[in-house]
């Protein structure tokens, strides 16, 4: 019923950009939660951003604070993740999930037990 997929990884040079998107079918977008995770190899999932529906309210992990951009078309049901200034840190796979009760972006923390749709990840790597 519901469906997220993610699209626009690949290989960049660090200080490049790359523009990820999150489409989203069978839920509007207007008052769910959906927050961007990563996984690098042998390491745990982490946070990355999310984005509240209902208020606006958007979080950024600090490693990511000022180089990434989370935002939504909603005439598409589609968020993005604008990730500038790439860093070999960066590299990992990077997901997309759904939170239909819009409550998991919290001030300083993802409370991921809430986000219950997932896509499939989109592998990201930053390497000269």
């Known amino acids: 019923q519901v469906q997220l997929v993610e699209s626009g990884g690949g290989l960049v040079q660090p200080g490049g950009s790359l523009r990820l998107s999150c489409a989203v079918s069978g839920f509007n977008l207007d008052h769910v939660a959906i927050g961007w995770f990563r996984q690098a190899p042998e390491k745990e999932r982490e946070d990355v951003s999310c984005?509240?529906?209902?208020?606006?309210?958007?979080y950024y992990a600090d490693s990511v604070k000022g180089r990434f951009t989370i935002s939504r078309d909603n005439a598409e049901n589609t968020v993005y993740l604008q990730m500038n200034n790439l860093q070999p840190e960066d590299t990992a796979i990077y997901y997309c999930?759904?939170?239909?009760?819009?409550?998991?972006?919290?001030?300083?923390?993802?409370?991921?037990?809430?986000?219950?749709?997932w896509g499939q990840g989109t592998q990201v790597t930053i390497s000269s």
């Open positions: 999930a759904m939170d239909h009760r819009d409550v998991g972006c919290g001030a300083k923390y993802v409370y991921s037990r809430f986000f219950g749709s």
């Open positions: 984005f509240s529906g209902t208020d606006g309210f958007t």
